[in-house]
């Protein structure tokens, strides 16, 4: 990310806060993944920078004895099923030829990107395509407000497993309004930033699942609090990692969290750095409303998480 457009961070901004501040806070001696957290606290927000160095304490730990990174978290399994983030599109059959495409190398689940105007027709061409049996499911990327809940609710009728991030950010109590009128269970993924934020959700009743992304929360060692919190209420959490493809069981499946999510998984056929998107849309609202119908570049704008 070289510009601060799906958050607040971007890679130039990110070097220059590990310079100056993170990196020199850090303890002389004795620093572990847990004493990181410790000593990065006083400094507000820039959790992918924080978790930068928190990875990299954490990484070294491990190898150094001999554990994998699946046993430290508790992981239950060594594998987990890939899903795909599949862009918005410049027309439907376009959409239907890559979900087609992945389909046919083996991914289990299929998450759309939509938008006003971009939502309704997509959902209903994927799914008579592919039947009900294709586990499919939706990303808004905060792009509708309350104001556009009835048309939201039309997506009800093609059995999602969930929607992802309609309302903004910041409006956990628009999301719990919003879940009283829907019946596909909203997926909370920017409001969840911390454990703090994944209670507050819960308690509000703003999500009945929640994508844990690590390195925006700060690290592993708090994407496992928030994983830890979700299980303890029943909640389901996937890891959407934001790289390509991501790692979960669907929400619905008989999966419920482990004792870690984070688990070491088996990517398909695809890698992470080969998006196929012809346009994805960036999470600020603005520059969804000045540039719905601009192509974007991969390098630039994708967004596959």
């Known amino acids: 990310m070289s510009e601060p457009r799906y958050c607040s961070e971007y890679v130039d901004g990110a070097q220059d806060v590990l310079r100056r501040f993170l990196v020199p806070a850090l303890p002389k001696a004795g620093v572990d993944a847990a004493s990181v957290g410790r000593a990065l606290e006083p400094f507000t927000g820039h959790h992918m920078a924080k978790s930068v160095l928190e990875t ?9 004895s001999g554990e994998s990174f699946g046993s430290y978290l508790g992981a239950a399994r060594d594998r987990v099923p890939y899903g795909v983030s599949v862009g918005i599109m410049d027309s439907i059959p376009e959409l239907l030829d890559a979900v087609d495409e992945y389909v046919s190398e083996g991914y289990v689940r299929i998450k ?35 104001v556009d809940a009835q048309q939201l609710a039309k997506l009800d009728d093609f059995g999602l497993l969930l929607i992802e991030q309609p309302l903004a950010n910041d409006d956990m109590v628009q999301h719990a309004q919003l879940a009283k009128l829907l019946r596909t269970p909203i997926c909370l993924d920017e409001s969840i930033e911390s454990a703090a934020d994944a209670a507050a959700a819960i308690s509000l009743g703003a999500c009945s699942i929640i994508n844990i992304k690590p390195a925006r929360v700060g690290g592993y060692l708090e ?21 390509r493809p991501a790692s979960a069981a669907p929400p619905t499946s008989p999966w419920r969290p482990s004792p870690a999510s984070p688990c070491r998984a088996t ?17 600020s609202r603005t520059a969804t409303s000045t540039s719905r119908r601009a192509r974007g570049s991969a390098s630039s704008r994708s967004r596959t998480s």
């Open 56 to 64: 990299a304490v954490l990484d070294a730990r491990l190898k150094l």
């Open 112 to 146: 759309l990107k939509i938008e006003p105007g971009w939502d309704v027709e997509p959902v209903r061409a994927v799914r008579e395509r592919f039947g009900d049996d294709l586990l499919l499911q939706v990303d808004a990327n905060a792009a509708y407000t309350l």
């Open 223 to 243: 994407a496992r609090r928030i994983h830890d919190i979700a299980r303890a209420h029943g909640i389901p959490v996937w890891c959407g990692g934001m790289l």
């Open 267 to 283: 990517p398909r056929a695809r890698t992470a750095t080969s998006p196929r998107t012809s346009r994805s849309r960036s999470s």
